[in-house]
C-alpha cells in the first residue's frame, strides 16, 4: 500500500532531524518562544512540542469521542493515517492512551470519557518528544500508564491504584525495549497497547478487541525502521 508523506522529518523544509546529547536554548520557528532541546533540522529549524502536536490533538480527541470502536489498535491506526499526526512526533503520548480509554469505555468500563479524554491530552502533552531516548522512558509506554491512572482514579497518594498505573507503565516499556531501537513511534505505539489490552484483561476483566495481525504499513517513511526485527513490519505478512 502506497503512503502519504508523514514529516518523517522538519517540518517547515523537509530537512533530516539532527538530535545532540545535550540540550541547549532554541527559539521554535513557529511560536518564537524559547525552549531547551537537543533537536533541530540540518537547517537549523526547531519546532516545540506544543506546535509540532496541536492540530493533531485536536484530531484525536474530537475522533476518539465519537468512536463506537472496541478495536484500540484499529482506531489508532485511523488516526495515524491522518495528515496532521506524524511519522514521529509527542503526539503519539496522547494518541495511545486517547485509543485505549476509547475501546475500554466502548467495551463496558465506566469511563467519563469527555473528561477523560482532556485529561489524557493535558497529561501526555506533558511528556516531551525524544522522551524515549532521553529519559529511557518511551511516551507510548508512559500514555499506557496515563490510562490506566484514569481508569483507576490513581494519584501520588492512592496504593493499588497507583501501583498499577506503575505496573502498566513498567510493562509496556519492558515489550517496548525488548524490541530495541532506534525509536519509532507507530512500532512503540503497537507495542504499548498490546500490552495494555494484555494488562486490562488480567487486572480489570474488560476485553478489548484487537486483530490477529498487527501490520504497519508506515515503514516506508521511517528512515530508521528496523525492518525484519520488527514484528509489524509487512515482509512478515503475505501480500494482500
Known sequence: MERKDNKNNCL?????????ETARQMECAVCRRSFES???????????????????LGVIVE???????????????????????HMHGPEH????GAALLTACRNSGADIDLPSAL???RRRGSQVPGGACGNWGCCGAAVSAGIFVSL??????????????????TAAALEAIGALGGPRCCKRDSFTAVRA????????FGITLQLPQEIRCDFSCLNAQCIGSRCPYNPCHFKQQ
Open 63 to 85: 475522533t476518539c469521542l465519537h468512536s463506537p470502536s472496541r478495536n484500540p489498535i484499529a482506531l489508532m491506526t485511523a488516526l495515524m493515517e491522518q495528515p496532521c499526526v
Open 12 to 20: 517547515l523544509c523537509g530537512a533530516e532531524l539532527v538530535y545532540t
Open 151 to 168: 481508569l483507576t482514579g490513581a494519584t501520588p497518594l492512592k496504593g493499588e491504584e497507583w501501583g498499577l498505573a506503575n505496573r502498566m
Open 38 to 56: 537537543n533537536v533541530c533540522c540540518a537547517q537549523g529549524h526547531y519546532i516545540c512540542d506544543e506546535c509540532h502536536a496541536t492540530d493533531a
Open 196 to 203: 495494555a489490552a494484555a494488562f486490562v484483561q488480567t487486572h
Open 118 to 120: 482532556q485529561e489524557m
Open 93 to 96: 503520548h496522547v494518541l495511545v
